[in-house]
């Protein structure tokens, strides 16, 4: 019998547990997924919990429940990958072989990576809104707070979903101005980026909602280190606040630094086509883990599950990895008033206006707010749980972007 | 693509100045681009410039500010100080590398 192993059974690893539980000639392989945690969480709704219209009750379930039949689900922490013998040291003493293994680790905040984040306030009047407990506090600060500053922050990019950020603004904006008290609250949007985004179209677009949302925009901001309701640039600019909303810096899991496997970032370096780690051939990696030049979003994690199903495939049959991702990543953006903007883009091509899936009928608008992506993006709790985790497809959804229905300028595109 | 004349040599540029070609880097076009951003290299901005040259011929990437600073030893606060208004974008021209890809 031979083996494959997942480490790691979130967005990504739950994902290719599906597809190769379909794929693969069962008789021959096993699968065995690991997780040192024995929840799953769906991590976009956490952008609604600060303001009481999700609870964890609706972003947390239990992972076993996402495995399909067949597949060994074990709760335990990789301790160690020793890539030349093939296995994995977990915490607790035992030990696993692989004949391929799969990272599927994901990247988590560390705020600890900023002086003066953790000593200075963290969860009195700093909060993350990218763990369910950070939402969580932040929800039940919000009420309290009645005026003063409020700094939305990006400590170092990469960051996963990195038009979060962006989306906690504008619902910080229509929070305040619901509950009659936006006069009294200044916003302060301060990111690392020359702008709104890192894709120059849709930082106009943003750049511009911004302003009209009267938030305003502190960019090439690099923080150096916070200190009691001030953030301190290498530059030496400040920026007060009564309120930090941060995202800190994201790595993967300190599991790769212990394995000798990880960049600066503990990311994973990675081919961004085929999925391959530069480390050994039996060990690819997709979703977060990576150091691909990709978004980390899990429209995206999607997109590579089917492509690394492929490749395992034909590395399987001693076949070249055929299969190619492309960077394709899609994403709502919540903007609040019952609205959303919408964008879809790969390695080569920026986001454009147009309409998504189809093209005319979308139903979606391309780089417009609209009512209708703002029901798009609420549908994806329902579809998340319920359609990609179980690896059901998206009719138009395909893991190559498509360019029907967008408006392609002549001169976009290829940066 | 454009060309442009440093310390009397002609070097292919893209349209924000970055060379195009590695091998028409020299010390002296290093010295010309830095004095057109006005910087004078002393010792230690050519620590940051060998670092980032050593390190992208090793790794066929630019290393981040993050990396400079946990693998090259530059703290990034002198990196602010030494390249001012976007330190990576200006180390990376001056060194005759690729501009800074933004991440997305
Ligand atoms: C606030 C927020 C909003 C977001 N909004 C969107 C959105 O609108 N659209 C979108 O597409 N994406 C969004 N995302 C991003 C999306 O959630 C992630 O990109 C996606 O979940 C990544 O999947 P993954 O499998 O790579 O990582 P994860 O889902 O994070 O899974 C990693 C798993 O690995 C396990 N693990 C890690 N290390 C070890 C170890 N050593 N041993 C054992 N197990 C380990 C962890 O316990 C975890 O279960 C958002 C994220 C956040 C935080």
């Not at chain 1, 093939?86 to 599927?104: F, P, Q």
């Not at chain 1, 085929?274 to 990696?285: P, R, V, W």
């Not at chain 2, 070097?11 to 010309?32: F, I």
């Not at chain 2, 670092?51 to 011929?57: E, G, P, R």
């Amino acid at each position: 019998m031979n083996k494959i192993l997942i480490i790691g059974a979130g967005t990504a690893g739950t994902m290719m547990a599906v597809h190769l539980s379909r794929r693969l000639n069962r008789k021959e392989w096993a699968i065995t997924v690991l997780d040192k945690d024995e929840n799953h969480y769906y991590q976009p709704g956490y952008l609604f919990i600060p303001f009481g219209i999700y609870t964890w009750r609706d972003v947390v379930r239990k992972g076993s429940k996402y495995m399909p039949e067949g597949v060994d689900y074990l709760l335990g922490e990789a301790e160690q990958i020793v890539a030349d013998r093939n296995r994995v040291k977990l915490k607790d003493g035992r030990e696993i072989t692989y004949d391929i293994l799969i990272i599927a680790t994901g990247t988590t905040i560390h705020p600890e990576e900023t002086e003066g984040m953790v000593e200075n306030g963290w969860r009195e009047n700093i909060f993350d809104f990218y763990t369910v407990e950070g939402a969580e506090a932040l929800g039940k600060k919000l009420p309290d707070f009645k005026g003063g500053r409020v700094a939305i922050h990006v400590a170092e990019m990469p960051i996963k979903c990195p038009v979060a950020p962006l989306e906690i603004a504008f619902m910080t904006d229509w929070y305040f101005a619901k509950k009659g008290l936006r006069k009294n609250v200044e916003i302060d949007f301060v990111t690392p980026l020359p702008g709104a985004f890192s894709k120059p179209a849709t930082a106009k677009v943003m750049g511009h909602m911004l302003g009209e949302r009267r938030i305003n925009m502190v960019a090439d901001f690099g923080t150096e280190r916070v200190e009691p309701g001030k953030l301190i640039s290498y530059d030496n600019r400040t920026v007060e606040y009564d309120l930090l909303i941060t995202t800190p810096t994201n790595m993967g899991d300190a599991l790769m630094a212990r394995s000798g496997l990880g960049d600066d970032l503990n990311f994973v370096p990675t081919d961004k086509h085929t999925l391959q780690t530069s480390a050994k051939d039996n060990i690819f990696a997709l979703g977060d883990a990576t150091n691909l030049p990709s978004s980390k979003a899990g429209s995206v994690v999607h997109f590579q599950s089917e492509i690394l199903a492929e490749n395992i495939l034909s590395y399987i049959k001693g076949k070249e990895l055929k299969a190619s991702f492309d960077g394709h990543s899609n994403c709502f953006i919540e903007s609040g008033y019952g609205k959303a903007f919408l964008i879809d883009f790969n390695y080569d091509l920026d986001p454009v206006e147009g309409t998504y899936p189809f093209p005319i009928v979308g139903p979606f608008s391309l780089l417009k707010e609209t009512r209708l992506n703002h029901l798009g993006k609420l549908s994806m709790k329902f579809v998340y749980w319920n359609i990609l985790l179980r690896g059901i497809p998206v009719p138009g959804i395909t893991s190559k972007m498509g360019r029907l229905g967008k408006i392609i300028p002549a001169d976009s595109g290829t940066v | 693509m454009a060309t442009k004349e440093y310390a009397g040599k002609t070097v292919n540029v893209t349209d924000d100045g970055y060379l195009t070609d590695p091998s028409q880097w020299t010390r002296e076009v290093a010295q010309a681009i830095a004095a057109e951003e006005g910087i004078t290299l002393t010792n230690t901005h050519w620590k940051v410039i060998d670092f980032l040259k050593k390190d992208f011929a090793a790794t066929g990437a630019l290393a981040s500010m993050r990396r400079i600073n946990k693998t090259g030893g530059i703290a990034t606060k002198d990196l602010y100080e030494m390249f001012p208004d976007g330190p990576l974008k200006k180390a990376a021209r001056i060194a005759g590398l690729p501009r800074p890809t933004s991440c997305v």
